[in-house]
């Protein structure tokens, strides 16, 4: 459902609405019970229409004692279909005006906006920045992103613990994105949930701060398994800690072995520019992927 | 938890297909749950009749059909179980191998009336 003017819950309960009035008036379809005498009991739904009764217009599509009008109707698609089809129209949308999208995912106090708006300050003399904020209540932090120089949207969830395809589809109306654009999509603070739903971004960023612990992406795998890059972010607190980098590397190769890895600090800006040497490379990548010769 | 989203999105896709066939109430839904998959079972469960409450699928049963990990390995051509996303191959222990089931996240079919 849509965050911003809460759209996508009104649709889902106007569609439900307006099926259990189709189903409750029905038309010409009834539903009732009667004796026969070859004492076959069933449901009818018969077509009652220009005074026919047509036996042969139920939902099975025949009328055949001890034939149930019960059917079993093979579907096969994704459940993720919806919003799969949504994160490929705004992929579409984004690819076209050359504007590159990363979905940055973490847990709650990460420093997901604390590097965005470090990387703001960074970047914005080479490229046009904008940003679309997820939390679940409040603008903070947009108004820290807008303090810092870039345009930025708020998406309130609410309730929701994930950003979707159709929220971010909203939020692009709102946003007035310059072609060349670099976007950044800062998800629900929320390790698990977020890894499922595509949003049409050109690379899946998961932050994940040295106070957390190196076991993390064992025991959260989707998210290291969906996410492209990893970040490992406040490297400045390293010297006061007893985390282990070597074996957090270790344990995200094992639950995701393309993965790349970059330790930094929004705080320094240590290890940045080897993030904003990847961003430029995975731009010039999504822009051009056949590659020109120079 | 996301299996919220999932289980309206199941709903959606319900609504899809009264609009293409003539049903008035659904019986049965069955879906096809990966083991490496997004997904876990217990919350679709458990968010189900909240979710489909007053909707087509308001009463339905629901189904879960698990289906295992498993891939193709590289190294000894084969289709092999997985235990893991990107595990290596069991059998082997070659690393390349690709997953070719246990992903799954599909409304598979549905019992109406």
């Known amino acids: 459902m849509c965050a911003i003017c809460g759209c ?8 439900a609405g307006s099926a259990a009035r189709t189903a409750a008036v029905g038309g010409s379809v009834q539903d009732h019970g009667h004796p026969h005498p070859d004492a076959h009991d069933h449901h009818h739904h018969h077509a009652h229409a220009d005074g026919v009764i047509d036996f042969g217009k139920g939902l099975a599509g025949g009328h055949v004692p001890g034939l149930s009008q019960e059917r079993t109707i093979s579907i096969e698609r994704d459940i993720l279909s919806k919003n799969d089809a949504l994160a490929d129209a705004n992929r579409t949308r984004l690819g076209d005006a050359g504007i590159f999208a990363l979905n940055l995912m973490s847990s709650p106090g990460s420093g ?12 914005q003399d080479r490229w046009p920045i904008a940003v679309i904020e997820g939390d679940q209540q409040t603008s903070r932090d947009a108004d820290r992103i ?11 969830t609410g309730k929701g613990c994930h950003l979707d395809a159709h929220m971010v589809g909203h939020a692009l109306d709102h946003l007035a994105l310059e072609p060349g654009s670099l976007l950044f999509i800062e998800n629900v603070g ?23 612990g190196e076991d993390k992406p064992l025991k959260y795998p989707d998210m290291f398994a969906a996410a492209d890059l990893m970040l490992l972010n406040k490297a400045d607190l390293l010297p006061h800690l007893e985390f282990d980098v070597d074996a957090c590397v270790a344990a995200v190769l094992r639950v995701n072995p393309r993965i790349q890895f970059l330790t930094v600090s929004a705080r320094t800006g240590a290890g940045l520019a080897a993030f904003y040497a990847w961003i430029a490379a995975r731009a010039a990548v999504m822009r051009d992927p056949v590659g020109r010769p120079a | 938890m996301h299996e919220m989203s999932l289980v309206e999105s199941v709903v959606a896709l319900v609504e899809d297909e ?23 079972p217990d919350a679709l469960r458990f968010c189900f009749d909240a979710v489909t409450s007053g909707t087509i699928a308001d009463g339905a049963r629901l189904e879960i059909e698990t289906v295992p990990g498993a891939g193709w ?20 222990g070659n690393p390349q191998v690709r997953l070719t089931a246990g992903d799954e996240l599909r409304l598979a079919e549905m019992e109406v009336e």
């Open chain 1, 8 to 15: 996508g819950a009104a649709v889902i309960a106007d569609d």
């Open chain 1, 112 to 123: 997901k906006t604390s590097l965005l708006v470090r990387t703001i300050a960074d970047l």
């Open chain 1, 146 to 156: 807008r303090a810092a120089g870039a345009s930025a949207v708020q998406i309130n």
């Open chain 1, 190 to 212: 929320n390790l698990v949930c977020p890894a499922a739903f595509d949003l049409g971004e050109a690379h899946k960023v998961v932050v994940l701060s040295v106070t957390e």
């Open chain 2, 18 to 40: 009264r609009r293409k066939q003539d049903f008035s109430r659904v019986l049965m839904i069955r879906l096809k749950v990966g083991a490496l998959g997004h997904a876990e």
């Open chain 2, 73 to 92: 390995c590289f190294g000894c051509r084969q289709t092999v179980p997985l235990a893991e996303r990107f595990a290596a191959c069991p059998t082997c």
